[in-house]
């Protein structure tokens, strides 16, 4: 089975613009989660969809949105960046609902100049 | 709310010593419990999770981890680490049958394993 699938790897935006990341998550995985990875305050969860609808939402404020496909494919957009958007994001995606058990793409990191 | 505490941000050790990165949480339900390793430039590899039975778990490259429930613990051990360990690990959490996608992490250790 192939991994989960993040694109672009590596950007760079200056402030002010706006980005969109997409992300495949493996075969058969209708969840799909967001998550904001920075030196200085770790791993932090942004939101999760599970067939198209949002479930879960961490503390971030409205610059930063999601949607799912039908498909299961997602995207995540981060509007009017700020120095501080710079970090590495990372997609999961996982097949059960009970255990809260992620499998993690390879992550977009996004530097904001 | 759940808290996960790493207890050693950076754990420098000698090739073929024994190593053991301490993880204890906190939360006011069950929960699952997770072992992550992040190479440089990578995303996140799942090393050993405790769902449920034994509290010992193994993953296939000799890391173990033991579930203590009255320390609320989960520490990560090996007998014998190699070079190529050298990474950073992150435990985590999940509410027990309510997870939504989420996991709690801990800040994570650096391990460093010299020749």
């Known amino acids: 089975k192939a991994g989960v699938t993040q694109t672009p790897r590596y950007l760079i935006k200056t402030r002010g613009q706006q980005v969109t990341l997409s992300c495949s998550p493996i075969s058969g995985h209708r969840s799909v989660s967001w998550y904001q990875q920075t030196p200085g305050q770790g791993l932090q969860f942004l939101f999760e969809?599970?067939?198209?609808?949002?479930?879960n939402k961490g503390n971030f404020p409205g610059r930063f949105s999601g949607r799912q496909f039908s498909n299961s494919r997602s995207e995540m957009n981060v509007s009017t960046l700020e120095l501080g958007d710079s970090a590495l994001y990372l997609c999961?995606?996982?097949?059960?609902?009970?255990?809260?058990?992620?499998?993690f793409g390879e992550g977009s990191r996004l530097t904001v100049l | 709310a759940q808290s996960v505490t790493q207890l050693d941000s950076q754990v420098p050790v000698f090739e073929e010593a024994p190593v053991e990165l301490r993880c204890n949480y906190s939360s006011s339900v069950s929960v699952y419990l997770f072992w992550y390793v992040q190479y440089p430039n990578q995303g996140l590899q799942l090393l050993l999770k405790?769902?449920?039975?034994?509290?010992l778990v193994e993953s296939i490259n000799g890391f173990e981890a033991e579930f203590n429930k009255s320390q609320t613990s989960f520490h990560l051990r090996k007998p014998s680490v190699h070079i190529s360990d050298t990474a950073e690990y992150f435990c985590?959490?999940?509410?027990?049958?309510?997870?939504?996608?989420?996991?709690?992490f801990g800040r994570g250790t650096q391990l460093t394993v010299w020749p």
């Open positions: 969809y599970f067939s198209e609808t949002q479930r």
């Open positions: 405790y769902l449920s039975g034994s509290t």
């Open positions: 985590a959490v999940s509410d027990r049958g309510s997870t939504l996608g989420r996991l709690y």
């Open positions: 999961a995606s996982s097949g059960r609902q009970d255990t809260g058990e992620l499998f």
